[in-house]
């Protein structure tokens, strides 16, 4: 039986970069806005897919389609997914160690998107990720935001050092929202039996239980095993490591990231750590307009932006400090250097440190 497609309810929600995706040119980014869809919130009573659905083309459509805002389609090699990166939940809540990135949507259409093997091949070798593709995602969830390493750029595990939200995201350089964490959350939106996520491998990754819903069997060293029914798959986990350990399928590493895979961007310089910020609040407050709230040692502060088809205004309210704007073009061509925010959130001078 396919799945079918779920009932929509309003929702408050959704964008925060690749770590070290190389950015698309802004024009682009600005150009591509239009096909942006504001946030919606699932609410989910979907039908498991028979058993002889469980692999193929129309079965990994049936999945990403469970979420209305991700676009799917296909070509001979690979199941295409699009969307702007955001998901149908707040982002940033909870978060305490912060490099003061905010979500922002992204241009995962046209040309720039996901793609999924639908035929995964197995690898002569199994490739483990520990302390190995750092960079950009390494699974794409149901919602269509990505999913990382859960160790970061730097090799420190997100999940362990107050890196991540509520819900296992953050946003990166590129302010691109993704998870560091298989989103298990996912299982109320995907039905009972089906995958939270695909491996950029191809291979589907399921939450807690066995599909079938049993106790979770043996995995192997990439954090899956095979199943006469259901084929190879791997687990999400609620503790660490938090995803799969390794691709059981043939990917092509360049640059250090699973390749290939979209562009992220953002026209603002990446930033620094807030020292002493816990995020509290972030919300929509109007069509392209959010608002992130924090506190920095208990002082209420707010980034408030507005990100339209040629430019990104930011407010900041800085407590103390003051406040202050920053605009940016969408257009302009930005390389990465830029002054970075210092610990105050307020761009820094010509000569700080970063």
């Known amino acids: 039986m396919r799945l079918l497609p779920l009932s929509l309810s309003l929702v408050l929600a959704s964008a925060l970069h690749a770590h070290g995706i190389a950015p698309s040119k802004h024009a682009e980014m600005g150009a591509s806005l239009s096909w942006f869809i504001s946030p919606i919130l699932l609410s989910s009573t979907t039908t498991p897919a028979s058993p002889s659905t469980f692999t193929g083309k129309d079965f990994m459509t049936s999945v990403f389609k469970t979420t209305a805002r991700v676009k799917v389609s296909s070509d001979d090699k690979y199941l295409l997914v699009g969307s702007d990166g955001f998901p149908d939940h707040p982002m940033m809540i909870g978060i305490t160690n912060w490099q003061q990135q905010v979500p922002l949507p992204q241009a995962y259409t046209g040309t720039n998107l996901w793609k999924i093997p639908l035929t995964p091949t197995v690898a002569d070798k199994p490739t483990l990720i520990k302390g190995r593709f750092l960079r950009g995602a390494i699974a794409l969830a149901a919602n269509g935001v990505a999913i990382f390493n859960p160790q970061n750029n730097r090799g420190e595990v997100s999940q362990d050092i107050g890196e991540l939200d509520k819900w296992g995201g953050h946003c990166g350089r590129a302010d691109d929202y993704h998870y560091h964490i298989i989103p298990l959350?996912?299982?109320?939106?995907?039905?009972?039996?089906?995958?939270?996520?695909?491996?950029?491998?191809?291979?589907?990754?399921?939450?807690?239980?066995?599909?079938?819903?049993?106790?979770?069997?043996?995995?192997?060293?990439?954090?899956?095993?095979?199943?006469?029914?259901?084929?190879?798959?791997?687990?999400?986990?609620?503790?660490?490591?938090?995803?799969?350990?390794?691709?059981?399928?043939?990917?092509?590493?360049?640059?250090?990231?699973?390749?290939?895979?979209?562009?992220?961007?953002?026209?603002?310089?990446?930033?620094?750590?807030?020292?002493?910020?816990?995020?509290?609040?972030?919300?929509?407050?109007?069509?392209?307009?959010?608002?992130?709230?924090?506190?920095?040692?208990?002082?209420?502060?707010?980034?408030?932006?507005?990100?339209?088809?040629?430019?990104?205004?930011?407010?900041?309210?800085?407590?103390?400090?003051?406040?202050?704007?920053?605009?940016y073009d969408l257009n302009a061509k930005r390389g990465g250097g830029g002054d970075k925010p210092s610990d105050s959130g307020k761009p820094r001078k010509k000569g700080q440190g970063q």
């Open 185 to 327: 959350h996912l299982q109320s939106v995907v039905g009972k039996g089906n995958p939270v996520a695909y491996a950029l491998d191809g291979y589907p990754v399921y939450g807690l239980t066995e599909p079938d819903g049993s106790t979770l069997k043996k995995l192997d060293e990439c954090g899956g095993h095979e199943d006469a029914k259901y084929g190879y798959h791997y687990h999400g986990l609620a503790k660490s490591p938090y995803t799969f350990t390794g691709f059981h399928g043939v990917v092509t590493e360049a640059a250090g990231q699973v390749d290939p895979q979209p562009r992220a961007s953002s026209p603002r310089p990446a930033t620094g750590p807030l020292r002493g910020a816990v995020i509290t609040d972030w919300a929509i407050e109007g069509e392209g307009k959010y608002k992130l709230g924090y506190t920095v040692n208990g002082e209420k502060r707010s980034v408030s932006y507005v990100f339209s088809s040629t430019n990104l205004k930011m407010d900041f309210d800085n407590g103390k400090d003051g406040k202050t704007s920053e605009t």
